[in-house]
């Protein structure tokens, strides 16, 4: 490759959606920018982007381009790096993408011994419940919860996720306390609204071994977009709320929140993840970072609780059927109580679970 420079030029240009963001990062001129594009396009024999005076778009033969122009360039930093790395102090900048509530209570908290540690070191931290791009964003480091499906990222495990139902002692005094799905009808749902609109369903095993899973979808009259603020809503008796064990620990020990249907909740398998993008280096301001914060999380003890064993711990933390009914609450109810997917007897349970409503009102 005779034109480095034009490489260069042409992934950071990509990154950044203009010249001007391209020639920002790399401390030039606009004008070294496109020039350098220019001898790259004439190299290749084929136009990379299409330039107009206010938009810059990449041409399909430049996104084909992308992915193996960002391969080179990371492999050429790499074998830079990787020379030099074991009398390198671990220095510069290191980005880091993180939710908003995981952020605030568990992370953070490590990062003051990591930087006295590490002087030269700089730490940047974006607290946001949307995943993001981590090549094009320029993030060195993300941490996210829940089912994480299959990824060209590396994904240490944190820690895994289980999720509760919840509900205050005021709320469940005044509406009762569910003890069946189809109960679930009389009462009122608080949601998390993912970024992409998701509102995730809550799912439930089969009572007694007969049937198979359902699922209810809440149709919430309250939904945030932050999954601990939902908990500030179920401490405010507006209804029940499905949430994070970790979040929600405080509150169950102290008695504000108690557990709803222990036994036939089950959300699936969900963890907590620390994602990176490079699988063969890291470079040692990314490595020590990872580490640090590997060791502070296997050390937070109610990172790792189970819901079987809070109640061990704190039987209070479950609710208790006063022995009254649960009362209605018109349009409040699930959207739809429906089986989950391959699970037999819909029309039978479908039936139960409008009889128990029909019942409880």
């Known amino acids: 490759m005779k034109n480095l420079q034009g490489l260069i030029a042409f992934v950071e240009a990509a990154g950044a959606g203009s010249l001007a963001g391209a020639a920002r990062r790399l ?39 992308l992915d193996k122009a960002r391969q080179a360039l990371r492999g050429l930093d790499e074998a830079v790096a990787e020379v030099s790395q074991a009398a390198a102090e671990p220095a510069g900048r290191v980005r880091i993408s993180v939710g908003l509530s995981f952020g605030r209570r568990w992370l953070l908290p490590a990062l003051p011994a990591l930087v006295a540690a590490h002087p030269k070191l700089r730490i940047e931290v974006d607290l946001d419940n949307r995943p993001v791009d981590l090549v094009a964003h320029e993030v060195d480091i993300a941490v996210r919860g829940g089912v994480i499906e299959d990824s060209s990222l590396v994904a240490r495990r944190i820690a895994a996720l289980p999720v509760v139902l919840l ?30 609109g998701a509102v995730p369903v809550w799912r439930f095993g089969a009572a007694g071994g007969r049937g198979g899973p359902v699922e209810v979808e809440p149709a919430a009259q309250l939904a945030v977009s932050d999954p601990e603020a939902v908990l500030d809503l179920a401490l405010a008796g507006a209804g029940i709320a499905q949430a994070g064990l970790h979040h929600a620990l405080p509150y169950l020990r102290s008695g504000r929140l108690k557990l709803l249907l222990p036994n036939l909740h089950q959300p699936g398998t969900r963890e907590i ?69 391959k699970a037999a007897g819909a029309a039978a349970r479908g039936r139960a679970a409008s009889a128990a409503a029909r019942k409880s009102r």
Not at 39 to 54: C, D, M, N, P, Y
Not at 167 to 196: K, T, W
Not at 298 to 325: E, T, W
């Open 27 to 65: 401390d030039v001129t606009p004008a070294a920018v496109s020039k350098n594009l220019l001898k790259l396009e004439a190299q290749l024999g084929v136009r990379l982007f299409q330039r107009s005076t206010r938009q810059l778009r990449i041409t399909p033969e430049g996104a084909s381009f």
């Open 167 to 196: 509900a205050s002692p005021a709320y469940l005094r005044a509406h009762g306390v569910p003890q069946r799905v189809a109960d679930l009808a009389a009462h009122r749902m608080l949601a998390v609204r993912y970024g992409n």
């Open 273 to 341: 993840v620390l994602h990176y993008p490079h699988r063969a280096y890291l470079a040692p301001r990314v490595r020590v970072v990872v580490d640090g914060l590997l060791a502070h999380f296997a050390q937070a003890a109610d990172l790792h609780q189970m819901p079987a064993q809070v109640l061990r711990d704190h039987p209070a933390a479950a609710a208790v059927p006063d022995g009254g009914a649960a009362h209605q609450v018109p349009g409040k109810g699930p959207k739809a109580v429906r089986p989950a997917p």
